[in-house]
């Protein structure tokens, strides 16, 4: 009885319309490489880091994932994986924007150093 039920979900999940034998399965199981990519580059130096790239991952990630819940089947794999692209390009574009107010903070006491100093230099 209990291998009948598991190859009734067996064959369930293989003649899914979004099951292994179609391309709605198979996008979203590559895609995770996108993820995966995105995580490896959190090391990476902030200054090293494309905006416009992680600008245009971000904004796919967002749009697939409302898309992947629309159209018909619904795909919540290939949803999941556009959450993820979205978050990891999403916190990217966070380093890069809080690294630019840090380099903004450090540079203001650095100009007015230097302008007391040529102001000193003048007397």
Excluded at 2 to 28: C, D, E, M, Q, R
Aim: hydrophobic share 45%.
């Amino acid at each position: 009885m209990a291998s009948a039920a598991g190859a009734s979900a067996f064959s369930k999940l293989w003649n899914s319309p979004v099951g292994p034998k179609t391309i709605h399965f198979w996008a979203p199981a590559m895609k995770w490489g996108l993820v995966i990519a995105g995580l490896g580059d959190l090391a990476r130096p902030v200054d090293q880091i494309s905006v416009r790239q992680q600008l245009s991952l971000a904004a796919t990630g967002i749009i697939w994932t409302r898309w992947s819940t629309i159209i018909t089947p619904k795909n919540y794999s290939l949803a999941t994986v556009n959450f993820f692209v979205g978050c990891t390009a999403a916190y990217q574009l966070a380093r890069v924007a809080l690294e630019g107010d840090k380099n903004k903070e450090e540079a203001v006491p650095a100009a007015v150093t230097q302008k007391v100093e040529s102001a000193k230099s003048e007397e």
